[in-house]
């Protein structure tokens, strides 16, 4: 068995064509996407974080939203950028949406990728301290949110109150028990993978690597998640840690389906390229017949390690189509690969 969802980057423009004009459609259609994937019988619904750009931004209205409208569906994130959160009031939005979700939070958190505009943080407020990056400003803010969410005190009380306090130090309200099992970092290279399962977090994996040895994707992106589940066996953790990782898989079963997807399927390979000035490796588009297709996933050795997978999805073809395109996978592809 393999948990099953979507990730959806939230997109909207308007242009013709597409479904989603507005804020406001990406907004209320993330939300009926989520009730429909559940309806469908699917495991999650997560929603990509960008800043600056027409997509999903900040996450936890939306997440509180479809948390309470939905009752089974794990709800998450795949990524927040921590270099533009206050952890702080993350942690108290993060247990607001956890609570009326009934503990459903999935968080997935990170260094982030490349923005649309440079050194998008410091708007928000944010500058790397002196001889610190930008990512180790995500890793430390990361730290101090996972510390406060666990629920230990550490502010001063006032002597002098408006109500009266318990006693000691003072914990971030509302705690929502059990999140921090449930908070996943988005690593992009092996070396980072290590360094998810030394912090105790599951691993959330995405279509590309930022590191290329030359081997296909899906082997690279499995050797990364069994250098995870080996430092995490190190560590000595009791808890077994999830693994997820994303792909864009359309199985093709109708003329629509041929319309949008059947060329990119018969042409889709992995990719090399640059991000941040670094190789980077991206993984294939599979879409085909379901025969087909069930044979090409079949060969993918990271789907086959991880317990989780995240298609994404085409938002901007709206509700109707990515209800299809989920409802397609979870019944022509997923029983024949024992995922269901």
Do not use: C
């Amino acid at each position: 068995m393999k948990k099953i969802g979507f990730l959806s980057f939230g997109h909207w423009s308007d242009t013709p064509g597409s479904q989603v004009q507005s804020a406001s459609d990406a907004l209320l259609q993330s939300i009926d996407l989520a009730v429909a994937a559940e309806e469908l019988g699917a495991d999650g619904a997560y929603f990509r974080v960008h800043h600056f750009a027409r997509q999903l931004g900040t996450p936890f209205p939306m997440l509180a939203a479809i948390g309470a409208k939905t009752s089974r569906i794990e709800i998450g994130t795949g990524v927040i950028d921590m270099r533009y959160e206050n952890p702080l009031a993350m942690a108290e939005q993060a247990g607001v949406a956890d609570l009326i979700a009934g503990g459903r939070l999935q968080l997935g958190i990170s260094r982030g990728s490349p923005e649309q505009v440079i050194d998008g943080y410091k708007y928000f407020g944010y500058v790397p301290k002196e001889g610190q990056s930008d990512a180790d400003m995500a890793r430390q803010h990361a730290g101090v949110f996972l510390k406060v969410i666990d629920g230990e005190g550490f502010a001063q009380p006032n002597p002098r109150p408006m109500f009266a306090n318990p006693p000691g130090l003072l914990p971030i309200e509302p705690q929502s028990p059990g999140l921090g099992e449930r908070i996943w970092w988005g690593a992009g290279s092996r070396a980072t993978a290590e360094w998810t399962a030394r912090q105790g977090l599951n691993l959330m994996s995405s279509t590309l690597l930022t590191e290329d040895t030359g081997v296909p994707f899906h082997q690279l992106q499995a050797e990364q998640i069994e250098r995870f589940r080996a430092e995490w066996k190190n560590q000595g953790f009791e808890r077994e840690p999830r693994v997820s990782v994303s792909r864009s898989i359309f199985p093709l079963t109708t003329e629509e389906d041929h319309a949008y997807f059947g060329l990119r399927g018969q042409a889709s390979k992995d990719q090399v390229g640059v991000i941040d000035g670094s190789t980077a490796r991206f993984g294939r588009t599979y879409a085909a017949e379901p025969d087909k297709l069930i044979e090409e996933l079949r060969e993918d050795e990271a789907i086959a390690a991880a317990d989780t997978l995240l298609l994404t999805v085409p938002n901007q073809l709206g509700v109707e189509y990515n209800a299809h395109v989920i409802e397609s996978l979870l019944t022509h592809v997923a029983p024949e690969l024992g995922w269901r």
